[in-house]
């Protein structure tokens, strides 16, 4: 039965047309020489190169991976339109001299879908921030930055205050609205590196790894401007206010990410407690302890 089908097989590939097999597969198929000059490409390969700028007959150095024979690239077109591949490369033997071929499967839509998912899973629908799960992931890799470059993490606690009187006087979608303020103000008022979360209905993290051009104080009083700003504006009819904590822990301690963002949170509340409303709109900070043997701390209303 064995020698049966070898066979069959054998006269199967003699009866083939292999070149007609390549010209018609629907994926791109590039074979290069030593020099990782192009000398093959199908139908399909021909329209790829068409659509990526010229490179003198030459394979394009985003698909040359000479150390892995499988790996997923990104080629950007003459259009600028990113283009994603899953790339196998293999050695074979064209007209007797030694070649690598390359087949490029196009990811680029599963990509899309992909970054779509995980948009859903890890943002926050009604702000576009990250939500509790996307802060999780992100903060594992903010203390990997942060302990590789021997940085401090701060974290930011953020709640909007008086939200329920807002809801009850002007009604939840009046409430919604503060809420994506707030999470404008926090865009506007931080960097696009920090990682920005909705943690709960009327709550925000922040977490940022220190840098001297951007202290503490110069966020905070950056953001009691752009809120006074904004609550200046005409046709209000709620005052926007919130209260921070915020929490700090030196780059030469171990630390757990879920307790500095805890810590912040126990200083908003003792923020919130201490204050009245009219001191919180004053924006007088408990100035942080310098002492590097614990974690600085901070407690503003805004």
Same mark, same amino acid.
């Given at each position: 039965m064995n020698q049966l089908r $070898?066979? %069959? !097989?054998?006269? /199967?590939v003699n009866q083939t047309d292999v070149a007609t097999m390549l010209q018609r597969h629907p994926d791109p198929i590039l074979v290069t020489d030593e020099y990782k000059e192009i000398v093959y490409t199908n139908t399909a390969g021909a329209r790829l190169l068409c659509r990526l700028p010229s490179n003198n007959g030459y394979l394009h150095r =985003?698909?040359?991976? *000479? !150390?892995?024979y499988s790996y997923i690239v990104? +080629?950007?077109? +003459?259009?600028? *339109? +990113? !283009?994603? %591949?899953? @790339?196998?490369?293999t050695e074979i033997q064209w007209n007797n001299e030694v070649a690598i071929m390359y087949c490029l499967h196009d990811i680029t839509t599963h990509k899309l879908y992909c970054n779509e998912l995980e948009q859903l899973v890890y943002s926050d629908h009604m702000t576009g921030l990250y939500n509790s799960r996307g802060l999780e992931v992100l903060s594992a890799h903010v203390r990997s930055i942060a302990t590789r470059n021997k940085q401090s993490i701060t974290s930011y606690y953020i709640d909007v205050n008086n939200l329920k009187r807002i809801n009850d006087d002007y009604g939840h979608s009046m409430g919604d609205?503060?809420?994506? =303020?707030t999470a404008e103000i926090i865009n506007h008022c931080f960097r696009n590196a920090d990682v920005s979360a909705r943690v709960g209905g009327d709550e925000f993290v922040v977490l940022t790894l220190d840098d001297v051009n951007e202290p503490v104080d110069l966020i905070l009083a950056r953001l009691e401007k752009e809120i006074e700003r904004r609550n200046t504006m005409a046709?209000?009819? /709620? *005052? !926007? $206010? @919130? $209260?921070?904590?915020? $929490?700090?822990?030196p780059a030469n301690h171990l630390f757990n990410v879920h307790q500095l963002i805890q810590e912040a949170d126990h200083r908003m509340y003792v923020a919130k407690k201490q204050k009245s409303d009219a001191a919180m709109r004053q924006c007088t900070p408990v100035r942080p302890v310098r002492d590097e043997s614990r974690l600085d701390q901070l407690q503003v209303a805004v």
């Open positions: $070898s066979g %069959f !097989l054998a006269h /199967y =985003e698909i040359n991976q *000479e !150390l892995n990104n +080629v950007d077109d +003459v259009n600028g *339109e +990113v !283009l994603s %591949f899953d @790339v196998n490369r609205t503060a809420i994506i =303020e046709d209000r009819c /709620y *005052e !926007l $206010s @919130v $209260s921070v904590g915020v $929490s700090r822990h």
